[in-house]
Structure formats: structure tokens, C-alpha cells
């Protein structure tokens, strides 16, 4: 059984998400960016707002008039403003699209207007700029987010939603070598009509497969070994393993795309882990 803590994010058919939710450092650069951009949105609004104002008969002119539609600016930016780009957008304000952010619901899925809205009228009231003791409310929220497995703040327990990172950090692992006993064989296939799509559909499999687990292992390996075999001319020699038939033609297949002679670039892409350094070729593995 697996045991599903506060951090996991589990969708509505009760299939675990790997999601990394966005901490302080992160949600406060992006929050950083998104003020910069709502500053400049304020400063155009009131220019146009000012030359409007101006081209009106002074007659209709007067504080009133002026402290509303000051007002109505500043629910624009504050309020009009998060909810349209989050739900447009599904959760990327101009601030978390720099930083690689995004606002999702608790079970992973897309946000929609009414969780936008919740967010951005929760943080106008009470987070940022905060209406209600500021100072208080602030430290309240800082606290909420630090305390939170998720690093939700306020807004996000109202509507129900968490900042998850987007950009996940993607290891390229190693491929095991040419099989030697496959080598004369590799060098004269006929490799063509094995394109990149299905060479990299091999690659992830032969550099996963100590990952996965039987029947899944047994049955992919058999279908891509299956799919890999049509395609390729002469077949392997007889009784040749699947993994082995697979790696022979991934690293024949990825010494016939490097410059000739580039022992160096062949070493490292067989075994990135070696050196620290991992090389993509020309043409996907």
C-alpha cells in the first residue's frame, strides 16, 4: 500500500501526482515581478485616465469623480487584473511564468475564474497590498505559507488551489553500451527506418528500465523490440536478448550521427555520469 502524505498532490481517479510546490523564495520573486508589471499598469491606467479626465467640461470635473475613478483603477490592477491572467493563462501570472510557476487545484487539474477570483480578492483584502492591518495581516500570511507542507498562503486555502514548480529538473541517464558480440552484426544494418520518435521511445526505455517493474518491463520491452525488429535489415542473430538487440541498434544508430573520429563526444554520451556532463547528439538516441 502507498501511503499518500499532506505534500502529495492525488487527482480525482486517485492517481498520485510528482509535484514539487513552490516555497517562500520562489512565490516572492514572482510576486516581485508581478508588482513591477502591475506598477506599470497603474501608471498607464492613470495617464489615460488623467487625459481623459482633462478632455471632460470642468463642469463634471470634481473630487468625486476623481476619488472613483482612482478607485476603480485600483481594483482593476489589484483585483481584475490576477484574476484575468491566472484564468486565461490557467495559473500564470507574468511573474510565475518567468520563474517557472504555476497556480493549480489541489488535485493537480486546471484552475478556473472562480478560483482565480477567490486568490486575487483574498490577497487584495487581507495579503497583498492587504486592506485589513496590513502589517498584521502580512505576518499572518507569512506564516500561513511557512507553515504549510504545500507553502500555500491564505488565498490558496480559500480557493483551494497550490503554486507548483513547472520546470522539473530532467536527469538524461545513461544507455548501456554497444553489446561486443553485436558489434559486426550494428555495423552493417540497415538502420533508416528507425526514426527519431521510435529511437527515443528505446532510449527512454533501456535508460528506465532498471525503474520499472514486471509485467510493464516485460511487455514494453517486447513491443518496442518487436517494433524496432520490422524495421530493421538483417534481422539480429538468433536468440539475441531484447535489451541487447535494443542497445546495439541505440548505439550503432548514435555512432553513425556523430563527426568520425570523436572519441571524445561518443565517451560522454555513452556515459554522462562519468564526467559530470551530459551531450545530446544531433539526433535523439
Known amino acids: 500500500m502507498t501511503v499518500v502524505g499532506e505534500r502529495d498532490v492525488v487527482n480525482a481517479e486517485a492517481v498520485a501526482l510528482d509535484v514539487r510546490p513552490a516555497r517562500l523564495g520562489s512565490r516572492a520573486l514572482a510576486l516581485g515581478v508581478d508588482i513591477c508589471v502591475q506598477a506599470v499598469l497603474v501608471l498607464f491606467l492613470l495617464a489615460v485616465t488623467s487625459i481623459t479626465l482633462r478632455a471632460l467640461p470642468p463642469s463634471l470635473v470634481d473630487d468625486a469623480l476623481f476619488d472613483t475613478t482612482l478607485r476603480t483603477v485600483v481594483v482593476i490592477v489589484l483585483l481584475a487584473y490576477p484574476t484575468l491572467i491566472e484564468t486565461v493563462t490557467n495559473g500564470r501570472s507574468v511573474g510565475k511564468l518567468l520563474v517557472g510557476l504555476r497556480v493549480v487545484r489541489d488535485d493537480g487539474g486546471p484552475i478556473r475564474l472562480r478560483h482565480a477570483f477567490t486568490r486575487a480578492l483574498i490577497g487584495f483584502a487581507v495579503e497583498w497590498p492587504g486592506l485589513l492591518l496590513p502589517l498584521v495581516t502580512w505576518m499572518i500570511s507569512l506564516g500561513t505559507m511557512l507553515g504549510s507542507a504545500r507553502g500555500r498562503r491564505l488565498g490558496d486555502l480559500a480557493a483551494g ?56 518491463r516485460s511487455r514494453l520491452r517486447q513491443d518496442l523490440a518487436g517494433e524496432v525488429a520490422a524495421r530493421v535489415r538483417p534481422a539480429p542473430p538468433a536468440g539475441t536478448p531484447p535489451d541487447a538487440f535494443l542497445a546495439a541498434v541505440l548505439a550503432e544508430r548514435r555512432r553513425r550521427s556523430l563527426p568520425a573520429g570523436d572519441a571524445l563526444a561518443e565517451r560522454l554520451m555513452r556515459d554522462p555520469g562519468g564526467t559530470g556532463i551530459a551531450l545530446r547528439s544531433a539526433a535523439p538516441d
Request: no cysteine; net charge positive; hydrophobic share 50%.
Open 161 to 216: 488551489t497550490m503554486v507548483v514548480h513547472v520546470r522539473r529538473p530532467y536527469p538524461w541517464l545513461p544507455v548501456p553500451p554497444m553489446p561486443q558480440h553485436l558489434a559486426g552484426w550494428a555495423a552493417v544494418a540497415d538502420l533508416a527506418a528507425v526514426d527519431d520518435r521510435l529511437a527515443l521511445s528505446v532510449r527512454q526505455y533501456l535508460s528506465r528500465a532498471a525503474l520499472l517493474r514486471d509485467p510493464h
